[in-house]
């Protein structure tokens, strides 16, 4: 296949090599990381491996930026959103080509990205007033304390993504930070820096300042600790390994952070459930970006009376699966990552079928696609001693499982550290909800393998246990990028025993306890009838 495109070219790559924030000594004394195609394993380009002194001089930048973009009103800040939103329609397909290129998805999978980077800059852009303006909050004495709760950026945020949606990940939680006023320093992951780096040239181009989104190149090892030992927030997403790396880091400099970490997805389908559209969101839920998505399926509970007939259609439906290094928009499934990614999913299958399993369809590598191609695979008699009954494998291969009813399936989704995102698929969309809200896990669909819930953006997403800390999307997803203060004002008399001339202060002490005893059984009768 040809990688390039009239619209991304091998020097397009090394024009945005030079958007690498780094310190102005000693350019060429860094190594290179090589960046390859994963649909044919060819180089592309390369980006400099920044060292400990780039991330000081990044973070050194964007901290002399930060204090003038929080300076901006609030709507100077939102139309930049508003302008990044329309530059990202409009260079689609540009966007697109580099994704492909960059990450082995196909078209398709990348769309998701747009839609998601457009959505919310399209919400954060309108609401973020909504969450940030400086809000009156009920005083300690009704009508004699007057007090406000304001938001404050928190300064500069470090980003750490990993490569399974390189623009997304760039740039969709970046955007509520900015839009609170802080800078923003992303270290994209070594295998798809250039739609991180393409991405800070469009904020730039819809009006951010030079410097308040920056992007360092580098090993995670390196310029991660560097970045968390110099930030005042730290937003994570990738392994749960690394997760706890990177938490046990801030902790230790006591600076917060949200981790968005690792999955190993359940899917419930009841026997009522409609077969079609069933089989259909399972096809789509395990193997969008080749099952290299954290939210994807890779546990699949089916009740006793549909197992048969689901099974047999889901295989059917995956073995038509049409695998292809293309890129436009008409391929289904495309190509793992990396190496490293190809040798996990070979790994977790080969131990389960030593151990026991059955391959219903796929189980092979692909090589004569692409070199780390691989198919989509349905396993069943996965049991709980294998590696992928428990592991995240973050490949296209899914366990199919019969269950005798809806509390078993649900009993068994939650046999897991983890707990990312469930499904539940049925007629009868109010048990459906009902069952959902007993899954342990932050995004549950209903009827729906991902998108509703993901595209919810105005509602909190995120992980329960092994999963993560903290939330992406709504109040929650803007919030954590801020500092609350609470400036409260006494108008009247203080809250402490009055000092009056002449009367003993164990006498004014007691009257004070007295009376506020009172007040107190009064504000609790209030809050009874409100
Ligand atoms: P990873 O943890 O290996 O790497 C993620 C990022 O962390 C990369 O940029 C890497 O360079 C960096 N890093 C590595 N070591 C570091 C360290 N010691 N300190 C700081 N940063 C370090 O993950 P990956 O393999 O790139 O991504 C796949 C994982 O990400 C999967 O587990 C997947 O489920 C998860 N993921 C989660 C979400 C989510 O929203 N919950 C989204 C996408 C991917």
């Not at 090599?17 to 380009?45: C, K, N, Q, Y």
């Not at 955007?175 to 992303?186: F, K, M, S, T």
């Amino acid at each position: 296949m040809t990688l390039w495109t009239d619209r991304v070219r091998p020097e397009t790559l090394g024009g945005l090599t030079g958007e690498v924030s780094l310190a102005d000594d000693a350019v060429d004394a860094r190594d290179a990381i090589a960046v390859e195609a994963p649909f044919t394993g060819e180089e592309i380009g390369t980006v400099p491996a920044a060292t400990e002194a780039d991330v000081t001089a990044a973070v050194e930048r964007a901290r002399a930026a930060q204090a003038e973009w929080a300076s901006r009103p609030l709507e100077r800040r939102t139309d930049v959103l508003s302008r990044f939103h329309d530059l990202v329609l409009d260079r689609r397909e540009e966007l697109l080509d580099l994704v492909v290129i960059e990450s082995g998805k196909v078209r398709r999978d990348a769309f998701e990205e747009i839609l998601d980077v457009a959505t919310n800059a399209r919400y954060y852009g309108s609401r973020a007033d909504e969450f940030l303006t400086t809000r009156r909050r009920h005083g300690a004495i009704p009508l004699l304390t007057r007090t406000e709760e304001h938001r404050h950026p928190r300064g500069v945020v470090g980003m750490i993504s990993p490569w399974n949606y390189p623009l997304t990940l760039a740039v969709s939680d970046a955007l509520p930070a900015l839009v609170a006023g802080n800078a923003v320093v992303l270290k994209p992951a070594e295998e798809t820096p250039f739609t991180a780096l393409r991405v800070a040239q469009l904020l730039e181009a819809a009006g951010l300042p030079e410097d308040v989104f920056s992007v360092v190149t580098g090993r995670g090892s390196e310029v991660g600790p560097a970045l968390i030992d110099r930030v005042d927030y730290v937003a994570f997403t990738g392994s749960t390994e690394t997760g706890r790396a990177v938490a046990r880091r801030a902790g230790e400099n006591l600076v917060d952070c949200s981790l968005e970490l690792g999955g190993k997805n359940p899917m419930v389908v009841l026997a009522d459930a409609d077969l079609d559209r069933a089989v259909q969101g399972a096809v789509h839920g395990a193997f969008t970006n080749a099952g290299q998505l954290c939210i994807s399926f890779e546990r699949l509970y089916v009740e006793e009376p549909l197992y048969d007939r689901f099974l047999r259609r889901f295989a059917e439906r995956t073995r038509e699966l049409g695998l292809e290094a293309a890129l436009d928009y008409g391929v289904e499934v495309g190509s793992l990552a990396s190496s490293d990614q190809l040798e996990k999913v070979e790994a977790h299958l080969a131990d389960a079928v030593e151990k026991g399993a059955t391959v219903v369809t796929g189980g092979e590598a692909r090589p004569d696609v692409g070199p780390y191609f691989f198919e989509p695979t349905v396993l069943t008699d996965v049991t709980p001693e294998m590696d992928l009954a428990r592991e995240e494998t973050f490949g296209p291969i899914v366990a199919v499982h019969r269950v005798a009813d809806a509390e078993e399936a649900v009993e068994r989704a939650n046999d897991s550290a983890y707990g990312l995102n469930a499904s539940v698929w049925t007629d009868d969309g109010e048990r459906g909800r009902e069952l959902a809200a007993g899954i342990d896990c932050g995004t549950v669909g209903v009827n729906d393998p991902y998108p509703a819930a993901w595209a919810s953006v105005d509602a909190p997403m995120g992980g329960m246990g092994d999963s993560g800390l903290g939330r992406r999307h709504g109040r929650e997803g803007i919030l954590k990028y801020t500092q609350s203060q609470t400036v409260a004002e006494q108008r009247g008399p203080p809250i402490a025993p009055p000092d009056v001339p002449g009367v003993p202060r164990d006498v004014a002490t007691r009257l004070y306890a007295r009376t506020t005893t009172g007040l107190l059984r009064v504000l609790k009768r209030l809050a009874e009838v409100r």
